[in-house]
């Protein structure tokens, strides 16, 4: 029986399972390890390796039959899922050694080490005993041996002796050696928490203390017999965790690492020496310092500094085999790769992140002026950038070693994600998708919309014959900073285009703040994440209108959205009621003084010395203005953006005697993986909107 493109979509993970991913590429290009599901409805992870010279793929280890177990993970390896965003079960991550001849990862809280050039199967995998559940293990780049966390505690393990000891242990309940804190691990995309060093005889290690942080408490009302989830949550204006460096070697000695400010957003260690990168809490100065290991003294290599705020690219730094530095920094409207102390790329290349680095090229991404489109090119001492990979105009993303170049990527002209591995003199050969196909009649038209040309897409019904008739709208905007809504990618509108089969023109628009455009648009939010975005949304619309006058009925506009695109949801019909005829707020962010410091100082300041910024961002205040039918719905299990958010809120609501509709998911975080769940939120929010507006 074919399945409704809803429960597909929840089966699937939004059409995420199945796909190859987390790419690792041997030094001579020959070997690519990934991980994949068996099928595009499968949650649980394999490990797989493909030969590049054959095309032959093999399953390294399947993780059911070493006994996953996705309902007994350890907390912390659940928190980094979350925050990771992770969508599927079973192998999640995994680290080999330089050579890419061995690979470990955790499963389940056990710990497995996996060799990768023997004849493969089960057998050479073999579980390592630890004495507890094992987070983000890693291995010594000779693979000799390996490291992990487990509560709390940064262990080494000696794959040849079996001899495992702790080398950091948490002085308290409050402290953990090897692990990100909540704030780099959600705001500043630095998922790990340690470092080995290039000869496999120390480590770079995190302390983090998050006692000074405010606790915060998570109850699940559905079942009032447990016990709240107490966390640390660090929100705007409140303390952080204190996080310290140390460089522990295995002789046992420990040196701290000092520095002076207040986020660590990233660290190298490498032949090339080891390089950590800091940030002040206003986020305004962004520095890359070399450190001495021998004695934890730094010294600064790079500082870049903004009026607002700067940008962290969690690519870099990376290095030419002669170890010049490799970065990226804005220069004349855009963000440029810089090489030594030159950009080497041209001000119309907006560059999105560096992909690898093979000797003396570098592969990065980038785009020429359109934001949807982003490519994939190289560099060399010498040249200027060339693209290399497919033509056809899409989203890219690479990977390179011994001149392998792998290129995954998607585009408007067809489904899914495809996967190619092209080595020198040889014929490409691809990477398998097993992803299932939505059964959608994509009908995607891309536009610049309004004086400010927003990247905007229309998505009109399948079945709609232009001009026969004024359908309702309804925008879809995600709307803030870290996130595009339109790229030239087919799997991105899948949803939208669902929903415009169900009777709707569905518009979506990236309003200044959004990425792609270059520092000065992306900073047009500064103080002020409310009025630019909601702007734009508004500008969006009625430039659609004008191009589609016999197609749009803008007496029928809806918006809906989540996180932030709650946040501008609800917005939305507050403050533009003669615009937004009703809306549906998912895990929307209602007072930013409940968000984090991370993410909400750097757009909006300090709380104490930038109050306005607050008020004019808040939604708490204008509740009394609603007019409009108005659906909120949350997670109350969300530790990201709490239930507080949407409870406060309707409090507000309902004391200035405003009807709205709270739609509570009992066990369910900021993600909606539950498949019952996932599915009927769509149908729910489809009933809403038809009868919120009369179609």
């Known amino acids: 029986m074919t399945q409704s493109f809803p429960r597909l979509h929840a089966r699937t993970r939004r059409f ?235 002789d046992g000695s420990r040196v701290e690492v000092p520095f002076d400010d207040e986020y660590l957003a990233g660290a190298r260690w490498n032949r090339h020496g080891l390089f950590i990168v800091t940030m002040p809490r206003d986020q305004r100065t962004i520095r890359l310092l070399r450190v001495d290991p021998a004695t934890g003294a730094s010294t600064l290599v790079r500082e870049d500094t903004d009026p607002a705020w700067v940008d962290v690219h969690p690519s870099v730094p990376a290095f030419l085999s002669d170890g010049t530095l490799v970065w990226i920094a804005p220069a004349e409207g855009a963000n440029r790769l810089v090489v030594g102390d030159r950009a080497v790329t041209p001000p119309e290349l907006e560059v999105r992140g560096v992909c690898d680095v093979d000797g003396d090229t570098v592969l990065f991404r980038a785009h020429d002026g359109d934001p949807t489109r ?102 879809d905007p995600y709307g803030g900073p870290h996130a595009q809504r339109v790229l030239a990618s087919s799997n991105i509108f899948l949803t939208s285009q669902w929903f415009a089969e169900q009777g709707f023109a569905v518009i979506v628009a990236d309003g200044r703040g959004t990425p792609g455009r270059g520092p000065a648009f992306e900073r047009e939010v500064h103080l002020d994440l409310a009025t630019p975005a909601l702007e734009d949304q508004v500008d969006a619309l009625h430039a659609v209108a004008r191009q589609y006058p016999d197609d749009l009925d803008l007496d029928r506009v809806a918006i809906r959205g989540w996180s932030f695109g709650g ?57 009394e203005k609603l007019r409009r039918p108005l659906m909120l719905i949350h997670g109350l299990a969300d530790d990201n953006v709490v239930a507080a958010h949407t409870l406060r809120l309707s409090s507000a609501l309902l004391a200035a005697g405003r009807p709205h509709t709270v739609l509570p998911l009992s066990g369910v975080t900021h993600m909606t993986p539950q498949e019952v769940v996932a599915e009927n939120l769509l149908l729910l929010q489809v009933d809403f909107l038809k009868q919120a507006l009369g179609s």
Do not use: C
Request: glycine fraction near 10%; avoid cysteine; proline fraction near 8%.
């Open 16 to 250: 995420t399972l199945g796909v190859p991913r987390d790419f690792t590429l041997s030094p001579q290009g020959d070997r690519v390890v990934f991980l994949r599901t068996a099928s595009g409805t499968d949650p649980v992870t394999g490990l797989w390796e493909l030969d590049v010279a054959t095309g032959a793929e093999r399953l390294l280890v399947d993780p059911r039959k070493l006994g996953s177990d996705e309902e007994n993970l350890p907390p912390e390896e659940r928190a980094r899922r979350e925050r990771a965003r992770e969508q599927a079960g079973g192998i999640v991550a995994y680290a080999t050694d330089t050579q890419v001849n061995t690979a470990v990862f955790a499963l389940s809280g056990a710990l497995y080490v996996a060799g990768l050039r023997g004849e493969g199967g089960e057998g050479g995998v073999r579980a390592l005993p630890t004495p507890g559940p094992v987070v983000d293990p890693r291995l010594s780049p000779d693979g000799g041996q390996v490291a992990y966390v487990t509560q709390g505690a940064l262990h080494v393990r000696n794959l040849a002796t079996g001899e495992d000891r702790a080398l950091a242990e948490p002085e308290s309940d409050t402290v953990t050696y090897g692990l990100a804190e909540f704030i780099a691990a959600e705001e500043l995309d630095r998922m790990r928490g340690y470092w080995w060093s290039p000869d496999g005889t120390a480590l770079l290690v995190e302390r983090a203390d998050d006692a000074p942080v405010a606790r915060w408490h998570i109850a699940d009302p559905a079942n009032p017999g447990r016990e709240p989830t107490r966390v640390g949550y660090p929100a705007a204006g409140t303390a952080n965790a204190e996080v310290t460096l140390f460089v522990l070697g295995l």
């Open 374 to 475: 982003i490519h994939l090119y190289t560099w060399s001492p010498g040249g200027e950038p060339a693209r290399v990979g497919p033509e056809e105009p899409g989203v890219y993303n690479g990977r390179l070693a011994g001149g392998t170049l792998l290129v995954s990527g998607q585009s408007l002209a067809q489904e899914g994600v495809t996967v190619r591995v092209q080595a020198p003199h040889r014929p490409a050969v691809p990477v398998a998708s097993l992803a299932e196909r939505p059964g959608l009649d994509l009908r995607v038209t891309l536009l610049r919309a309004g004086e400010r040309e927003l990247a905007t897409a229309l998505l009109l019904p399948s079945w709609h014959r232009p001009g026969s008739a004024r359908l309702p709208v309804l925008m």
């Open 567 to 623: 946040f501008l949801a609800a917005l939305a019909v507050l403050r533009r009621p003669d615009v937004f005829h009703a809306a549906i707020a998912g895990a929307p962010v209602t007072d930013w003084r409940l968000y984090d410091t991370g993410y909400t100082e750097r757009y909006l300041g300090d709380p104490a010395a930038n109050p306005g910024a607050y008020e004019r961002s808040s939604l708490i205040a204008d509740a």
